[in-house]
């Protein structure tokens, strides 16, 4: 665990004393948009058109925010238009790194041995977090985005003129919905289970563990009447909320001390998530080696002495019956 000082690697882990030992997520700092003719997107630079193979993707298949852009670069069939790398599951000293193991897939376009050097090939004095997914252009040698939320709305549609495969997970009839749904469950999910494993404090862990599961249990009753977050049709809103769920039975219940209910206590939540799971190409962009193997192993401020639990048993495979919503 580390950032970048002015271009500079260095191995520090989060500050929570300056926080009254909270965990405070830093924004994304690269927020161009690809779209489909290269005019501006909502934030930052134009300049970046659609195009098959100009865009490559990095990685964590242990990480929930990569873990989006690999299931809607699948949805949408974009794996021959956007290249991909992988780094290892264990984040040590030198942060994300190409280190060699199973499912890791090196950067082909400069052979970095760690995913800082990506960031200061874009940005030789940048400062702050190195996080993916990063998307970056090949052709003007830089990162595009490293923000999940937005590289899946691209995604979404910028690609469409260009082959991608039909489906619209943004539309617009339900964007004010699914935003409404994007906003909680970030805050008090995706981004919750993170502030409540890495508080410092015992309060700071209780403000983050209570509207956690409150708002679990909000999820599990919404999803007793309809198959998705926004009735009968799979929206971002549910892949967003897929990738905290399917690490949380695994991981988030006892590395993160989110342990008041398991997803699989939840009747429609639990249900929910091997619906999902099953739907065509989603179970193969998940992989618990690099999941369990990431948390356990890399946070030695909770987890000191590395040794990653074999259980729990899920079969996400159980049948579901969703479908009859």
């Given amino acids: 665990m580390g950032l970048l000082v002015d271009g500079v690697w260095q191995d520090r882990w989060y500050d929570t004393k300056s926080t009254g030992g909270r965990f405070v997520r830093t924004n994304a700092a690269f927020r161009n948009w690809i779209t489909a003719d290269g005019s501006p997107g909502p934030t930052g630079e134009g300049g970046f058109r659609a195009e098959a193979g100009r865009y490559h993707l990095y990685v964590s298949l242990a990480c929930p925010w990569a873990h989006r852009t690999l299931i809607m670069r699948r949805l949408k069939g974009l794996e021959a238009m956007i290249g991909v790398s992988v780094v290892h599951w264990r984040m040590l000293e030198n942060g994300w790194t190409f ?30 977090r190195v996080t993916v997914p990063v998307l970056w252009d090949k052709v003007k040698n830089t990162i595009v985005s490293n923000e999940s939320a937005e590289i899946i709305r691209m995604m979404n549609s910028a ?10 997970y943004y539309p617009e009839d339900l964007r004010s919905e699914i935003e409404s749904l994007n906003s909680r469950i970030y805050d008090k999910v ?14 700071a862990y209780e403000e983050a563990v209570r509207p956690l599961f409150d708002t679990l249990d909000l999820l599990d009753e919404r999803l007793s009447s309809r198959r998705y977050l926004c009735g009968g049709r799979l929206t971002e809103a549910d ?43 989603i179970a193969e962009t998940v992989d618990m080696v690099h999941i369990k193997g990431h948390y356990y192993e890399s946070h030695k401020t909770i987890n000191p002495a590395g040794i990653v639990p074999l259980g729990p048993l899920l079969d996400l495979d159980a049948p579901h019956e969703r479908g009859t919503l």
Wanted: hydrophobic share 30%; aromatic share 14%; glycine share 12%.
């Fill in 99 to 128: 280190e060699h193991g199973p499912g890791v897939v090196p950067d082909p376009i400069r052979g970095a041995r760690y995913l800082h050097q990506v960031y200061t090939a874009a940005k030789p004095d940048y400062s702050g």
């Fill in 239 to 281: 892949i967003r909320l897929f990738t905290t769920l399917v690490r949380f039975d695994a991981v988030y219940v006892g590395h993160f001390k989110c342990n008041l209910r398991r997803i699989a206590d939840y009747p429609h939540l639990s249900g929910y998530l091997r619906d999902i799971y099953q739907t065509d190409g």
């Fill in 159 to 168: 690609f469409d003129g260009i082959g991608a495969r039909p489906g619209d």
């Fill in 190 to 203: 995706n981004n919750g289970v993170y502030k409540a494993g890495f508080a410092t404090t015992q309060q």
